[in-house]
């Protein structure tokens, strides 16, 4: 739950939802932000196997391991709350208000 907690992995899981697979140079388009953040956050998360990569040509190519896992992780998000003291309530209801408007 604290790896989908962090504000940019969830606009990177919210495009994937909701357009599919992209590069890490398209990400990074359409979130304007750099390209070198978006692989660290894309290495995070196939670290975690939430994201999986293909090539073509020379580029990499994401996706989702588990497209229907948005819903689960809004519910999720009370649990790192309770376990977490870096993360604060507000913080909380702020990633599940950005989650319920993605996917839910």
């Known amino acids: 739950m604290r790896v989908v907690s962090?504000?940019?992995r969830i606009q990177i899981i919210q495009l994937l939802a909701a357009?599919?697979?992209h590069s890490v140079a398209s990400i990074a388009?359409?979130?304007d932000l750099p390209a070198t953040l978006i692989s660290q956050h894309l290495s995070t998360l196939r670290a975690y196997r939430l994201v999986e990569e293909r090539s073509d040509g020379r580029h990499r190519i994401y996706d989702?391991?588990?497209p229907g896992?948005?819903?689960w992780l809004v519910d999720g998000v009370d649990f790192v709350i309770d376990r977490?003291?870096?993360v604060s309530r507000e913080q909380g209801e702020d990633a599940?208000?950005?989650w319920r408007e993605a996917f839910c």
């Open 6 to 8: 962090h504000p940019d």
């Open 19 to 21: 357009a599919g697979e």
């Open 29 to 31: 388009d359409a979130l």
């Open 64 to 66: 989702l391991t588990i």
């Open 69 to 71: 896992i948005a819903p």
């Open 84 to 86: 977490y003291e870096e």
């Open 96 to 98: 599940k208000r950005l």
